[in-house]
């Protein structure tokens, strides 16, 4: 093929983002070639870049010649970074070198600029760095995009990144919930809280949509689009991974698990429904109890901004958590009392907060440097002989709990009861 028509970057996979960041590349000045699994797409994308008078190549990157055999095991899209590197095989015989390069925050970045997570084959990222570079998203120190290292890490990242993400966004769902539903706060005066809170330390791309979101209004009836939208959540299921691997990995995830919770329960509608009926039937008076004329509404719109903190990380990237940050830890104890006052209205009021309520229950765990886990362990000694450290002294230990309870008189008759009660509520 003539040089003219060989390309030095081809990307595989033309879904939403992938076509989107494919128009990205010549227009930046890039010659690039696409693959999809399924031609349709392959069509779509070509397409659309004749009308926007933008070159691509269409056959399966063989500009790149010759095409690599792509074993579909799995698709090459949203994979975990733990599964990546067997999604492709290779039979070259003239070499081709791949990378992942995951985009955020959206499609409507991947066409103009978004932040870039490359992983793979350094040798390929360096081929082609300067086109990645030209093609992220660019801010005051440079363009948007880190080499994450070999395999599948950048995809791990992109993973992670999602299910923080998806946290964030429960947190400011709920956020708009207690300030509509408790005080009493119009989608106009969201918008313009909003609008305020992305001008200080909650500045924020999700920030500053939400606030764009209020502003739109209805065009087949009366009001805002926001509330005729139906309340049931799409998903993923990268958001699902993250929290696959934090139980691997032992970390916990609170606000992140709380938040699928949310989607799981809003997909749920018509059994929602159907509970809220029988419920009122039942003599529960309303859904959510508007408290509005209670409140003072300017306190709570503070209270709920100081509820959303801000990370801060950038101060010290080696951080095991920001609470242990001198400068955060300050942060949470002058807004914690803010916290609490946001959850306990929105627990008066009946509106569910899972993702603040798990936020504030990571908090006060993580604080203390004594927990009831103690007790937890003698239980799961008692049995299942699983053995116990003490804080005294060094070593392993096992205790026949039962038969020293019974010569002791105390016996164990209400474990069962409370055993029952747990299970009623797990």
């Known amino acids: 093929m003539e ?7 081809g990307l595989a996979g033309l879904a939403v983002m992938g076509q989107k960041l494919a128009l990205n590349v010549p227009e930046k000045g890039f010659q690039i070639s696409v693959y999809n699994r399924t031609t349709s797409k392959v069509d779509e994308t070509l397409d659309r870049a004749h009308r926007e008078d ?11 010649h010759p095409t690599p055999q792509i074993h579909h095991h799995r698709p090459l ?39 870039l997570m490359p992983g793979g084959s350094f040798e390929a990222y360096n081929n082609i760095r300067d086109i990645l570079q030209r093609v992220a998203a660019h801010v005051d120190d440079g363009p948007c995009i880190t080499y994450i290292g070999e395999g599948g890490s950048g995809n791990f990242v992109k993973m992670v990144h999602n299910g923080i993400e998806y946290g964030d966004m429960q947190l400011i769902s709920q956020a708009y919930d207690v300030l509509k539903h408790v005080g009493g706060v119009s989608n106009a005066e969201l918008a313009e809280i909003f609008d305020e809170w ?21 065009e ?15 998903m993923k299921g990268t958001r699902k991974w993250t929290i696959q691997q934090a139980a691997e990995l032992l970390v916990a995830a609170l606000t992140i698990a709380a938040s699928l919770d949310c989607r799981y329960l809003s997909g749920l509608k018509e059994e929602r429904q159907e509970a809220a009926k029988v419920l009122k039937e039942a003599g529960l008076k309303d859904e959510v109890q508007n408290v509005g004329v209670h409140v003072d509404k ?20 080696n951080l095991a958590s920001l609470v242990v940050d001198p400068e955060f830890a300050r942060e949470m104890v002058q807004r914690q009392a803010a916290w609490r006052r946001v959850v306990g209205l929105a627990i008066s009021a009946g509106i569910s907060t899972p993702g603040m309520c798990a936020s504030l229950s990571y908090f006060d765990t993580y604080r203390r440097a004594r927990l009831p886990a103690n007790l937890v362990q003698a239980q799961r000694d008692l049995f299942g002989a699983h053995a116990y450290e003490r804080i005294d002294r060094p ?23 409370a055993a029952a009660f747990c299970y009623l509520f797990v």
């Open 298 to 317: 300017k306190r709570l719109i503070d209270d709920v901004r100081q509820a959303l903190i801000k990370n801060a990380y950038q101060r010290n990237p």
């Open 220 to 234: 087949y009836g009366e009001g805002e689009l926001v509330d005729k939208i139906l309340d049931k959540t799409g």
């Open 3 to 9: 040089a003219s028509a060989l390309s030095r970057i």
């Open 54 to 64: 933008r070159p691509l190549h269409s056959q399966g990157l063989r500009p790149l």
């Open 198 to 218: 992305n001008k200080g330390e909650l500045e924020s791309f999700l920030v500053q949509i939400t606030a764009d979101i209020f502003k739109v209004k209805d």
């Open 77 to 115: 899209g949203e994979t975990s970074g733990t599964s990546t590197p067997s999604a492709v095989s290779m039979k070259p015989v003239r070499r081709v070198c791949f990378i992942s390069a995951w985009g955020s925050p959206g499609a409507r970045k991947a066409r103009h600029g978004p932040s």
């Open 395 to 417: 070593g392993s230990f096992h205790t026949e709990w039962t038969k020293l309870a019974r010569q002791t008189g105390a016996g164990v008759g209400a474990f069962n009861s």
